[in-house]
């Protein structure tokens, strides 16, 4: 009698696995059909955008890069043309245009005004 007991129970145990595994299955059926999955959806905003910072890191050769905006949020670059950063260093502040797949298209420099001296008389011919 144990042993009809144990089989029965054994099986009500796999069939609710059996139930499970087709509950869950059958919610995500259709998201995974239709794409419309929550989770994979694209963060990127969907128009184009600039970001203006300070370049806190750049390695050509590996194609990477930091920009650190002025709320010290870091933008972690991926350099598809090299030549757009080719003639910028560490330190320099530039505005960055990005297309609205995030991939940057524009490089802007910024650089500092010459300041004049002004307790200095200015030279006379």
């Not at 806190?56 to 990477?64: F, V």
């Not at 003639?87 to 300041?115: C, K, W, Y």
Request: with cysteine; charged share 20%.
């Amino acid at each position: 009698m144990k042993a009809i007991r144990a089989r029965l129970q054994q099986g009500t145990r796999m069939a609710m696995r059996i139930f499970l595994c087709l509950a869950l299955v059958s919610c995500w059926t259709p998201n995974l059909i239709s794409g419309s999955d929550v989770h994979f959806e694209k963060s990127m905003p969907s128009k184009p955008y600039q970001v203006t910072g300070t370049l806190s890191e750049l390695d050509l050769p590996n194609k990477k890069g930091l920009l650190r905006t002025d709320e010290g949020k870091p933008i972690y670059l991926e350099i598809k043309i090299p030549e757009l950063f080719q003639n910028l260093s560490v330190g320099d502040r530039l505005t960055i245009h990005f297309t609205e797949d995030g991939q940057a298209d524009q490089v802007m420099g910024m650089s500092v005004p010459e300041l004049g001296i002004t307790s200095q008389p200015p030279l006379q011919p």
